[in-house]
């Protein structure tokens, strides 16, 4: 069976410093990959995902992840954070030979000193 | 605008009541999901449906129904069965199944009394 693991519960950033969140996947084959946003008290905005070709996937809000088959790895990075960015961040994949199911990672939560 | 509206917004529901949430969808996709969320557990798949008068359980449908009667609307009623209700409740919708994006609702708490 699938699974997703996000290591990292709670992540706490200063303002304008890198970011980097960790996602792996457990999959028979190669996977439909997504990274999902959410405010708190709202549903999920996504930020971007990975279907096949190039590796290095860009989003929206200046957020961009790469796909490492050998690791298992779909890592969610940002140059400079904004204090906007304070969120709680999912990683998913897809179950490309059951519909489109999707499967969550438990998540992390972002916070940004100022 | 397009989108995914749930409602209500907050739900609170007796002991030994059924309660219905509410999901409907402007952007005329074939594909519904529901999800239930609860603190560090992310997302789990309760029921999907990918066409009309047609659905599939999820991982986690005991205690819950669905019904497709229309292509908009995918309601979820959460049954007397279900021991631990209080969650967040999750609609999306997507084009149709695979490598298609799932757009995500606002989202209804439930809490019991």
């Known amino acids: 069976a699938q699974s997703v693991t996000q290591p990292d519960i709670h992540i706490t950033v200063s303002e304008g410093a890198s970011l980097e969140l960790r996602c792996n996947y457990s999959?028979?084959?190669?996977?439909?990959l997504f990274w999902y946003v959410q405010s708190p008290g709202q549903g999920l905005q996504l930020l971007l995902k990975?279907?096949?070709?190039?590796?290095l996937v860009q989003g929206i809000k200046g957020f961009e992840a790469e796909f490492k088959r050998s690791q298992s790895s779909f890592n969610l990075r940002k140059p400079s954070v904004h204090w906007s960015d304070a969120a709680e961040y999912f990683c998913?994949?897809?179950?490309?030979?059951?519909?489109?199911?999707?499967?969550f990672g438990g998540g992390t939560r972002l916070m940004v000193k100022p | 605008d397009g989108g995914i509206t749930q409602s209500p917004k907050y739900l609170f529901r007796k002991e030994g009541q059924n309660v219905t949430l509410s999901c409907e969808q402007n952007l005329n996709h074939d594909a519904m999901y529901w999800y239930r969320q609860d603190p560090g557990q992310g997302l789990r798949l309760i029921y999907y449906?990918?066409?009309?008068?047609?659905?599939q359980k999820g991982d986690i449908a005991e205690g819950y129904s669905v019904s497709r009667e229309k292509k908009e609307s995918f309601p979820l009623t959460v049954t007397s069965a279900q021991k631990n209700p209080t969650a967040f409740y999750l609609c999306a919708s997507s084009l149709g199944l695979a490598e298609e994006t799932q757009y995500f609702g606002p989202g209804t708490r439930l809490l019991v009394l």
């Open positions: 449906s990918q066409i009309v008068n047609d659905f």
């Open positions: 998913a994949v897809g179950r490309k030979n059951a519909g489109n199911m999707l499967t």
């Open positions: 999959y028979g084959a190669t996977p439909y």
């Open positions: 990975y279907f096949s070709g190039d590796t």
